[in-house]
């Protein structure tokens, strides 16, 4: 069915795919296996005609689709399930997808159909959407709603149902697990076999490389844009070299980790274990636990726990607190009327307006002789928020953290390179104690002087990095040009936080720095770093459920949600002795699932945050969210991760300029590639936001650089 025989792909001067051959049979699941990097997706993109070969055939059916235009070669029955999923979110799902179907509707019908008027319907559209609602009932019961409100796995599901709405033969699927819960993967591929049983031919891409080869006939692995391995899945599942590089055995079992997960050399490992691109060594994978016995307590202990702690924490915050008492007195609440986790709902929430409203120890709930630590955040909007510690509070935030750097695989052999800010900022001394307290070597260096930085990492043998997202991109440029190769430095994961960053961000760091990029929250009102941390599956954040109760909140109507919908963050603290919080709104949109992790722990996951509900930007009637517009900057190739969006009022209408960086490569290109450039990325802009943003393409290193957290709007409306 497919053929693609000795394709070469460049982006710029960097060739990304070398000679690529590889055939895909009628009715067969082939997938490709590689590290990050290696050329997969760039190979998705060629056959399905979004990135051009400059060398090589690629057939369809026996036809040649090379240089075939993406929808020419849709139209033939092929269709591309995107990495990241990138629905439409200010559109309905229904409307998503009928989108999928629209180049084969208009190709039908003979002429192109206006959007956004809804696409004629017809016998042969409605097979298709019964046949997708058959496959995922869920996408019919919401088929009104939103799909920027689906959790992520209703996306991924979106996503594909999409992609099959232009009745392809031959479903291409790009990471199809991504930032998905263990038992959400599990059903997506399961699907894929039903979907082979039904006709269609599969070509997938998939991080869960062992996962893909037991579903999949056949799989070719890359390495360096070049087919270095090809067979049958069962025999590259049992392959020594292939089990080595890419599927984490190596033959000697050892579930011993007891002390640290630090890169070791292959020999020695066991099951689970995780190649870092570009090394020579692999990481255990196997589940490291600070405190196995509550981190994996069954949900009704659990949240027998949760209610004991919480009528034990609304009595004290009644007693002690001024601004408690008069707010649950407005409502008509007393610590008696809490009798179940229910009645949650009927306390008053907290917001930051609270707390600077009881500036500076208003909130506190001990008297100031307890208090041994104070916090603060910078006060850019007016007075700063303080918090405060007790001693036990500070016993309290070691313990979260050492959970959370041992949940990301952090142990007592790590030296964990802490580029957090230290001071009245409670990123750097949050990560420095938990470190501590887990028996890691900490290097206390904080933000500022990247060079210095590079130097103590190479020097002191830095095997944990944790810093904002966006300082680690920043680091991997101030590498590049003092020729120092991050690959070469014995880092294997990164604990990164203090800012929303998206999935692409987060391949982005791993190709960059060689390391495992891992996702921790926390606020300083709530404790600092440690509320919450993704583990080794990267399939969402557990929040530490027994010291911090969590729900989610329609932001508009302040009602709870249940599990699974988006909404914004709620969280009350149980434990804490000096500040008690009850119901804080983090203004932070998330997902919780209280799906047990495949990790073994029990405590709720949240998604990455997708944003916050006081960040979101209207722009002509329009809600946008800055991580939206990062996603569509991250999946342009010849697009630094550097942008910055400015936000104005001309005539009274509001004006979006994005100024985005370019590789250098494609600065020195030609003017006319530059145009080129822009008007794609204004077109994917507005296909993504469904609004018009001028966009404006600048030199490397034009944009600001920030060594904290990353300033990517500027406001300057008087509204």
Known sequence: MLDVDGVDVYYGR??????VTINVGTGEIVTLVG???????????????????????????????????????????????????????????????????????????????????????????????SFVYRLFPVLEEKQAQQAGHLSGGQQQMLAIGRGLMCAPRLLLLDEPSLGLAPMVVKEILRLLRRLRDNGITILLVEQNASA???????????????????????????????????????????????????????????????????????VREVTMFWNKEQETMPRDQLQALQLERLQRKVAEVYERVPAYRAAMDSK?????HIRSLADLARLPFT?????????????????????????????????????????????????????????GGVGKNDVVHNSYGYGLFTGGLGVHYGAERVGAAVVPVSGGNTKRQLMLMQDLGATVLTCTPSYS????????????????????????????WSERMRRQIEANLGLKALDIYGLSEIIGPGVAN??????????????????????????????????????????????PLIRYRTRDVTVLHDEPCACGRTMVRMEKVSGRTDDMLIIRG????????????????????????????????????????????????????????????????????????????????????SEGKARRVIDRREI
């Open 473 to 500: 991109l920043y680091m991997a440029e101030v590498a590049k040009e003092e020729g120092i190769d991050f690959r070469s430095l014995q880092l294997r994961v990164g604990i990164f936080g203090a800012e929303p």
């Open 14 to 19: 960097i060739q990304a795919l070398n000679g």
């Open 212 to 282: 893909a080869l037991k579903i999949a006939d056949r799989g070719y692995v890359l390495e360096g844009g070049k087919v270095v391995h090809q067979g049958r899945s069962r025999d590259l599942l049992s392959d020594n070299k292939v089990q080595h590089a890419y599927l984490g055995r190596a033959g000697v079992s050892d579930q011993s980790l007891a002390g640290s997960a630090a890169a070791v050399p292959a020999a020695s490992l066991g099951e689970g274990g995780m190649r870092i691109p570009g090394r020579d060594v692999l």
């Open 534 to 579: 993704e583990c080794e599956y990267q399939a969402g954040l557990h929040i530490w459920e027994d010291h911090f109760l969590a729900e989610i909140i329609n932001p508009a109507t302040g009602e709870p949600l249940p599990y699974g919908q988006r909404g914004e963050l709620v969280i009350t603290t149980l434990t804490k002795e000096a500040m």
């Open 351 to 407: 917001t930051k307006q609270d707390l600077r409203d009881n500036y500076p120890f208003g909130l506190f709930a001990v008297p100031r002789r307890e208090v041994v630590r104070l916090h603060a955040s910078s006060g850019t909007t007016g007075k700063p928020t303080v918090v405060g510690y007790s001693r036990r509070d500070i016993d309290l935030w070691c313990e979260v953290m050492a959970r959370s750097l041992t949940c």
């Open 622 to 705: 329009v809600n946008v969210f800055p991580s939206q517009i990062e996603t569509v900057l991250l999946r342009v190739e010849g697009i630094e991760p550097h942008y910055q969006i400015i936000v104005d009022r001309e005539h009274n209408l509001d004006d979006l300029e994005i100024w985005v960086e370019v590789s250098e490569q494609i600065f020195s290109d030609e003017i006319k590639v530059l145009e080129a450039l822009e008007k794609r990325v204004s077109a994917e802009m507005e296909s993504a936001l469904g609004i018009y943003a001028r966009i404006k393409l600048v030199e490397p290193k034009t944009i600001e650089r």
């Open 35 to 129: 590290a990050n990097g290696a050329g997969k997706s760039t190979l998705l993109n060629a056959i399905v005609g979004s990135v051009a070969s400059r060398r090589g055939e690629i057939r369809f059916e026996g036809e040649l689709v090379s240089g075939l235009s993406p929808n020419q070669i849709v139209s033939k029955g092929v269709s591309l399930v995107p990495e990241g999923r990138q629905v439409f979110g200010n559109l309905t799902v229904l409307d998503n997808l009928l989108l999928g179907s629209y180049v084969q509707h208009a190709r039908r019908l003979g002429r192109l159909i206006s959007w956004p008027g809804r696409l004629l319907r017809d016998a042969d559209l409605e097979h298709r959407l």
């Open 332 to 336: 008509g609440v007393k610590p008696s």
